[in-house]
């Protein structure tokens, strides 16, 4: 499965972006998928996640109620609308596909088998 993030760019605090992730190469409806996201320095950080279904989603704290995730499975397209972004929101986010949604909520990056080339956020005050 090939992954393809898009929609980053430069925004000021506030603002809003939506990053899209474009798979290929696979049944795209058989992959759980998930947002991380990498400041300088910093470790890879779990931001959000969606199971198969569409239905169950999981958000990590700093995120919850200003991200959203979400799927089309007809556009094999996975998306995350993000909203009140802060300073500490800058990083590479990267999308990522795992065929076992069992453990979604945990939020480990070792459980995802494919992953996305990363899209720059950047927030500026």
């Known amino acids: 499965v090939q992954l393809q993030a898009s929609g980053g760019g430069l925004v000021q605090t506030g603002g809003s972006l939506r990053l899209s992730c474009a798979a290929s190469?696979?049944?795209?409806?058989?992959?759980?998928m998930g947002w991380f996201r990498q400041a300088p320095g910093k470790e890879r950080e779990f931001v959000a996640a969606?199971?198969?279904?569409?239905?169950?989603?999981y958000y990590n704290a700093p995120v919850k109620g200003r991200f959203s995730i979400s799927r089309d499975n007809a556009r094999n397209t996975v998306y995350l609308q993000m909203n009140s972004l802060n300073l500490e929101d800058t990083a590479v986010y990267y999308c990522?596909?795992?065929?076992?949604?069992?453990?979604?909520?945990?939020?480990?990056?070792?459980?995802?088998?494919?992953w996305g080339q990363g899209t720059q956020v950047t927030v500026s005050s």
């Open positions: 990522a596909a795992t065929s076992v949604d069992a453990r979604l909520g945990f939020g480990l990056s070792s459980d995802y088998d494919y």
């Open positions: 190469g696979g049944t795209f409806s058989s992959y759980a």
């Open positions: 969606i199971k198969k279904n569409e239905v169950y989603k």
